[in-house]
């Protein structure tokens, strides 16, 4: 196979810096987003339970805390496979793609990480993200598109970006958090459609259709919200992390305008929303984007970059 387009002119005409300094810790603020999605996914399971108590009482609660384990177990073995799959990915080795390769090597030998596997998207739209269960089974994708939009130096922020996902256990989390979340949506789904079959009627033993409706169409609602959350705290401690272990915020600022141009004048048009939360900016385009940017899974960009940018002074 034939090596990966990537400009080596872009390289020479912005120069990589010399060596950063020691990466400092991320700002304050990004420990009690770890603590807030500890909460946020305790919330999803009490959600899921509280579900399966009022179709089936206690046994309904087993049951559904059943499903929740089976559901999770799968999400965490083959959630990265799944995710490589659903975006067409396909495995690169070093001789085809060693600019990436090489910046990859840097960063993980600077954070105490093991090297991934690394991946190409065949798109033009511009474009990354990590996956996998924990460190040692952690893959990075990149697009074909962000390899000519990016200069090294961005790239880098790219990557360092992505990495510190694989570190800090971020895709971890957001597999099961949209897992849970998935299922939450889907039982909300079922029980709204029992209820409205069902006529509306109540027993003693058991809640009443409009009680079953009221959950349906509420618990997706929380699931999302709570999906959302984690999703943004997430980006903003990346983005935090990937600055840090570069030594300087400014080429992940500068990558992000870029992918979100990119994106905007090339679409991902394969992206859904399975997996568009592993994305480092919002793979999804189209008619009613600007509308939905409140329930988008990442921040705006621009608040990402006014964070980073903040952050030059104690990077220095």
């Known amino acids: 196979m034939e090596t990966m387009p990537f400009d080596p002119a872009r390289t020479a005409r912005n120069p990589a810096p010399p060596p950063p300094g020691p990466a400092l810790a991320p700002p304050r603020g990004v420990g009690r987003n770890y603590a807030r999605t500890a909460m946020l996914m305790g919330g999803l399971v009490a959600l899921l339970a509280i579900g399966g108590s009022m179709v089936g009482g206690a046994q309904g609660m087993l049951a559904f805390g059943a499903i929740g384990l089976i559901f999770n177990f799968l999400a965490y073995w083959f959630s990265d496979k799944l995710a490589l799959m659903g975006n067409g990915a396909r495995p690169v080795e070093r001789e085809q793609l060693p600019e990436v390769h090489e910046i990859v090597e840097r960063l993980t030998r600077k954070a105490g990480l093991p090297m991934p596997r690394i991946y190409v998207i065949p798109t033009d739209a511009p474009n990354a993200f990590a996956t996998g269960r924990d460190p040692e089974h952690a893959a990075v994708a990149v697009t074909e598109g962000i390899l000519r939009v990016l200069d090294r130096r961005q790239l880098e922020g790219v990557l360092a970006h992505e990495l510190s ?117 919002n793979p999804l385009r189209g008619p009613g984007a600007k509308m939905m940017s409140l329930f988008s899974t990442h921040p705006p960009v621009e608040e990402r970059v006014a964070r980073l940018r903040e952050l030059r002074g104690q990077l220095g």
């Open 165 to 281: 996902h694989v570190r800090n256990r971020d895709i971890l989390i957001a597999t099961v958090a949209g897992a849970m979340a998935g299922l939450i949506s889907t039982v909300g789904y079922v029980l709204r459609w029992g209820a409205i079959l069902g006529g509306g009627r109540s027993d003693r033993d058991g809640p009443s259709g409009l009680e079953l409706i009221a959950w349906a169409i509420v618990a997706p609602l929380v699931a999302l919200v709570i999906q959302l959350a984690i999703s943004r705290s997430r980006e903003f401690g990346a983005d935090a992390s990937g600055a840090a272990l570069v030594g300087d915020p400014e080429p992940l600022a500068q990558a992000l305008l870029a992918l979100e141009r990119g994106n905007d004048l090339e679409p991902m048009t394969s992206a859904g929303p399975a997996t568009a939360h592993l994305f480092i900016v």
